[in-house]
Protein backbone atom coordinates (compact mmCIF):
# COMPACT_ATOMS: atom_id res chain seq x y z
CA UNK A 1 0.00 0.00 0.00
CA UNK A 2 1.31 3.51 -1.25
CA UNK A 3 2.02 5.74 1.67
CA UNK A 4 2.72 9.34 1.02
CA UNK A 5 4.15 11.80 4.19
CA UNK A 6 4.06 15.07 3.87
CA UNK A 7 6.78 17.66 5.48
CA UNK A 8 7.49 21.51 5.39
CA UNK A 9 4.38 23.62 6.39
CA UNK A 10 4.55 26.02 9.01
CA UNK A 11 4.09 29.68 9.71
CA UNK A 12 4.92 32.55 7.15
CA UNK A 13 4.47 36.21 6.82
CA UNK A 14 2.80 37.44 3.85
CA UNK A 15 5.25 37.42 0.72
CA UNK A 16 7.62 34.63 2.42
CA UNK A 17 8.13 31.45 1.29
CA UNK A 18 7.92 27.60 2.05
CA UNK A 19 8.84 24.38 0.59
CA UNK A 20 6.37 20.95 1.05
CA UNK A 21 7.84 17.86 0.60
CA UNK A 22 6.10 14.53 0.07
CA UNK A 23 7.72 11.04 0.40
CA UNK A 24 6.33 8.02 -1.03
CA UNK A 25 6.67 4.40 0.38
CA UNK A 26 5.35 1.45 -0.05
CA UNK A 27 4.27 1.28 -3.84
CA UNK A 28 5.82 2.27 -7.08
CA UNK A 29 4.87 5.86 -7.08
CA UNK A 30 7.06 6.93 -10.17
CA UNK A 31 4.53 5.18 -12.43
CA UNK A 32 1.90 7.80 -10.63
CA UNK A 33 0.86 10.81 -10.80
CA UNK A 34 1.31 13.22 -8.27
CA UNK A 35 0.57 16.42 -6.92
CA UNK A 36 -1.19 18.39 -3.90
CA UNK A 37 -4.67 19.81 -2.97
CA UNK A 38 -5.33 22.23 -0.03
CA UNK A 39 -8.57 22.56 1.87
CA UNK A 40 -9.12 26.07 4.15
CA UNK A 41 -11.41 25.88 6.76
CA UNK A 42 -15.39 26.24 5.65
CA UNK A 43 -13.82 25.55 1.80
CA UNK A 44 -13.94 22.58 -0.18
CA UNK A 45 -10.39 20.80 -1.10
CA UNK A 46 -8.67 21.85 -4.43
CA UNK A 47 -6.48 20.85 -6.73
CA UNK A 48 -3.16 23.53 -6.51
CA UNK A 49 -0.74 21.61 -8.21
CA UNK A 50 -0.13 17.75 -10.36
CA UNK A 51 3.11 16.40 -12.11
CA UNK A 52 3.04 13.58 -14.48
CA UNK A 53 4.96 10.55 -14.03
CA UNK A 54 7.21 10.70 -16.97
CA UNK A 55 8.19 13.67 -19.38
CA UNK A 56 6.93 15.76 -16.48
CA UNK A 57 3.67 17.56 -17.26
CA UNK A 58 2.30 20.08 -15.08
CA UNK A 59 -0.73 21.72 -13.69
CA UNK A 60 -1.22 24.63 -11.61
CA UNK A 61 -4.77 26.07 -10.21
CA UNK A 62 -5.08 29.91 -11.90
CA UNK A 63 -4.48 31.13 -8.40
CA UNK A 64 -1.21 30.06 -7.81
CA UNK A 65 0.45 30.20 -11.49
CA UNK A 66 3.52 32.25 -11.71
CA UNK A 67 4.03 31.39 -7.47
CA UNK A 68 4.71 28.05 -6.57
CA UNK A 69 6.08 25.67 -8.65
CA UNK A 70 5.64 21.20 -8.65
CA UNK A 71 8.77 19.29 -9.18
CA UNK A 72 9.58 15.47 -8.70
CA UNK A 73 12.55 13.69 -7.81
CA UNK A 74 12.00 10.48 -9.04
CA UNK A 75 15.35 8.46 -7.47
CA UNK A 76 14.00 9.95 -3.83
CA UNK A 77 10.09 9.44 -4.06
CA UNK A 78 9.76 12.26 -3.62
CA UNK A 79 7.92 15.38 -5.01
CA UNK A 80 8.36 19.03 -3.76
CA UNK A 81 6.07 22.29 -4.32
CA UNK A 82 7.91 25.44 -3.61
CA UNK A 83 5.64 28.41 -2.41
CA UNK A 84 6.83 31.89 -3.23
CA UNK A 85 4.89 35.03 -2.61
CA UNK A 86 2.45 33.69 0.06
CA UNK A 87 -0.90 35.72 0.73
CA UNK A 88 -3.40 34.76 3.54
CA UNK A 89 -5.77 33.03 1.25
CA UNK A 90 -2.76 30.48 0.77
CA UNK A 91 -3.44 29.37 3.98
CA UNK A 92 -4.68 25.28 4.08
CA UNK A 93 -4.31 22.11 5.45
CA UNK A 94 -1.92 20.91 2.23
CA UNK A 95 -2.34 17.21 1.17
CA UNK A 96 0.21 15.05 -1.13
CA UNK A 97 -2.35 12.87 -3.62
CA UNK A 98 -1.07 10.26 -5.93
CA UNK A 99 -3.05 8.80 -8.69
CA UNK A 100 -3.37 7.10 -11.62
CA UNK A 101 -5.16 9.88 -13.28
CA UNK A 102 -3.55 12.36 -15.81
CA UNK A 103 -2.60 15.36 -14.30
CA UNK A 104 -5.46 17.58 -15.85
CA UNK A 105 -7.95 15.17 -14.55
CA UNK A 106 -6.42 14.11 -10.60
CA UNK A 107 -5.88 17.75 -10.37
CA UNK A 108 -9.57 18.78 -10.78
CA UNK A 109 -11.51 16.86 -8.31
CA UNK A 110 -10.22 15.04 -5.04
CA UNK A 111 -11.19 11.39 -6.13
CA UNK A 112 -11.23 9.14 -2.53
CA UNK A 113 -9.68 6.10 -4.60
CA UNK A 114 -6.50 8.26 -5.36
CA UNK A 115 -3.56 7.99 -2.46
CA UNK A 116 -4.02 10.83 0.11
CA UNK A 117 -1.29 12.03 2.76
CA UNK A 118 -2.28 12.99 5.96
CA UNK A 119 -1.97 16.66 5.19
CA UNK A 120 0.25 19.47 6.43
CA UNK A 121 -0.47 22.81 7.93
CA UNK A 122 0.31 25.98 6.25
CA UNK A 123 -0.05 29.19 8.14
CA UNK A 124 0.34 32.54 6.44
CA UNK A 125 0.06 35.52 8.66
CA UNK A 126 1.66 38.82 10.17
Known amino acids: QLQLVESGGGLVQPGGSLRLSCQAS????????MGWFRQAPGKDREGVACISSGDPTTYYADSVKGRFTISRDNSKNTIYLEMNNLTPEDTAVYYCVASGFMVQVMCSIPYDDDYWGQGTQVTVSP
Open 26 to 33: GGTSNRLA
